[in-house]
């Protein structure tokens, strides 16, 4: 009998990869009918079974299914949509229903969102040789700047290593001391300004923080009106760059292949190298003003002649440390001007706090003089009024994105290589566990021990209270500068101010409504009236 034709020769499978001896079988490059082929032969059947038992094995086995729970996405763009606006929200309603972790997936990019001090401190301190990575931020980082700001740049790129330590030298607590003359003439600048016109509070706190930073950066003289084109400028700089960085702001976060499209078919790309060409301008120029100066021997104290003097020892050339100067502008005046404006509601609508506060500056500081760097040790209620600000209103809603750079397991749920982490860090002080019950009111109290003294916060958060400086080896550079603006500025205030609520035409307190704020990108200010 002759051979069967349809039994006997070869057998095609489809597929235009041929197995190595003791190599898996590429069984997922079967087509329907090569399964079709294989089951009408003698023992084919056997072997779609077996490959079947495969498939169901590696499917229970692989990891991709321990992944943290997260809500369903869409077929083909997953998540995305939710990464567009407002996406503080949408996790603090999320929380209830996943707690501590919160799973995405963004057209197959795994985006893992943390609810919990303790998951932060656990990822991001503990194992932070794998959580300490940048995901790729191309509008921001690559057009916008560059390429050149430092606290974008992965933590393996010795970039970021010069960058962030030639910042840390410029803003330790010996460093920041030299800068306090600066920081108390703005805080009285910022109250007699709140005196003159209370209705442009925030044209005022950001005309103080915009001024400070430039001194405190650039040796810059002190800046008398908020109508200045090197303020606006500065302004429009930190907008950009939040904008830019903000989850979801443009498509090519999630197409790179987007950055190959010329120029003249991307608006986006015209705009953000233009952007560029302005940012790197002006921060030349700025950082080529205390150049000059130190060539001519008549520098004062400034960071970034800090930098100069360093410049063998930091390895930085002109162009990086004038970004490095940068970096630090766009991370303190923005976020320091926000947590005022945080403040100001908040003492609006606590005026028990306010009563506290002058108390305790009657009695220490008296009315002759304004408060002093050196009252802080006896002025616990004010450093703790400043504590629970940045806790209870973080200037960012989200920590900037930490990226792995390996797969990961944490509590039996798998984290894969490449994940973008982001801490939400107001869903983080609203944990009942970590604050208490009342851990979304705002009161200073809880971090007042039964004697008036200051106590620790959660031990996550290590001696600030909160995370809002980060954890880990992306905590904020500038956290000691931040903190004693902040202090001086709302301890010079107090003493000369009270903060009531804006009344109607009747004499009536107009309503206030603490959850409104006013979205500027990355970051969220207080909305009053």
Partial sequence: MGRNPS???????????????GSSFPYYLLSPSCVWDLATTRGGLAVVLGLALIIVVRYFRSPWRRVPP?????????????????????????KQKYEDMIYLNALGQPILVLNSL???????????????????????????????????????????RRGRRAAHQGLTKAAVRGYHNVLRKEGILLTSALLADPGASEKHFQRTTTSATMS??????????????TVNEIIAYTERISMTAAPGAYLVELFPWML?????????KYEGNRDFTRFNNMFESLFNRVLSALSEGSERPSICASLLKGSDHNQLSHQEMAWVAGALFGAGAD??????SWWALAMIAHPEVQKRAHVELDTVVGRSRAPTFSDAPN?????????????????????????TTEDDWYNGMFIPKGTICLTNLLQCHRDPSSYGDDAANFRPERFLGAHGEIIPGPAETHEEGHSTYGIGKRACVGKHVANE??????????????LERVRDEDGNEVLLDVDAFVDTGMSLYAYYS
């Fill in 335 to 340: 976020t320091t001007s926000t947590t005022m």
């Fill in 485 to 498: 603006s902040l202090f001086i500025y709302i301890a010079t205030a107090l003493w000369a101010l009270t």
């Fill in 216 to 229: 405190i950066l650039y040796d810059y003289p002190t800046l008398r009106t908020e109508d200045n084109k």
């Fill in 379 to 403: 002025l616990p209620y004010i450093q703790v009024i400043v504590k629970e600000v940045l806790r209870w209103r973080p200037a960012l809603p989200f920590s900037l994105p930490h990226s």
């Fill in 70 to 94: 997260g809500p369903r996405g869409l077929p083909l763009i997953g998540n995305a949509l939710e990464l567009r606006d407002k996406l503080w929200l949408f996790h603090r309603d999320c």
């Fill in 7 to 21: 039994v006997g020769g070869s057998v095609h499978l489809g597929c235009d990869k041929t197995a190595s001896p």
């Fill in 260 to 268: 190959h499209i010329p120029e003249r078919f991307a608006r986006w």
């Fill in 118 to 160: 303790k998951a932060v401190a656990e990822l991001f301190d503990r194992r932070g040789n794998i959580y300490s990575s940048r995901p790729r931020l191309i509008m921001a980082q690559e057009i916008c700047a560059g390429n050149l700001l430092f606290p974008f740049l992965s933590h393996v790129d010795d970039r970021w």
